[in-house]
């Protein structure tokens, strides 16, 4: 029997160092299973007829008809809303109405400029149009294309109106020639003068301005006495001048 707790003793004494882990690791599992025990919740056991009140979902109410709230004149699809041009054109005046079609101002017509004699004489032969008329230098028959007002030779010549010098030239017939465009369709030709020197082509001139003097260079009405051959187209027409002169 000693013999037994001998060999138990000597055996401890070999492996204490593993008795003493082991010892360890059976306190430390106790006390890990002791505390889990201690802190675990009760589990409650829920009744069949508690469970079926949670199980049922609660009813809501429907939502009202959003038509009892909104009278028809009022309904969301009637109700047009308001635009910004809407606002815009409410606060803004209309445009004149003849700019509102064309886009564009109105066309004014220039005022008709006002007409005088070039210089002060009698009339020595008419426009005849398409009636002939005796010429003395000629001794024929035809028709004479404007009206010869007497003047003395040097007489000055001065514009019938407001134009500019379109022309200066010398014809064979009626001598030394100014035309005058009037830039309202109406011209006038200047011609039996001494002269086209006092004016020069592209030249603004006023009414009553002098363009040059009454001369004898008209071969064609040599013989009839002093004086100043006009002659006035409309719009490339010869017309007669006395119609357009005040």
Known sequence: MSENKNKLSSWMQKNRYYIVLA????????????????????????????????????????LPDLADYFPPELEPDVIEPQTETDTHSANTPAPDAALQVSGTAPNVE??????????NGAILKPYSGNTLIFSKTMTDWRTHSGIDIAAEAGTDVCACADGIIEDIYTDERMGITIVV???NGIRSVYSNLSSGLLVEIGQS??????????????????????????????????????????
């Open 110 to 119: 220039k005022e008709a400029p006002t007409f005088q004699f070039p210089l």
């Open 181 to 183: 465009d009037h830039q």
């Open 23 to 62: 010892l360890c690791i059976v306190t430390v599992s106790a006390t890990y299973m002791l505390l889990k025990t201690a802190t675990a919740p009760e589990t409650q056991s829920v009744s069949p007829q508690t469970e079926a009140q949670f199980s049922e979902a609660p009813k809501s109410d429907p």
């Open 205 to 246: 001139i006023s009414r009553g301005e002098v363009i040059s003097t009454v001369g004898n260079s008209a071969l064609f009405e040599a013989a009839d006495e002093s004086h100043l051959h006009l002659e006035m187209t409309k719009d490339g027409a010869l017309v007669d001048p006395l119609t357009v002169l005040k």
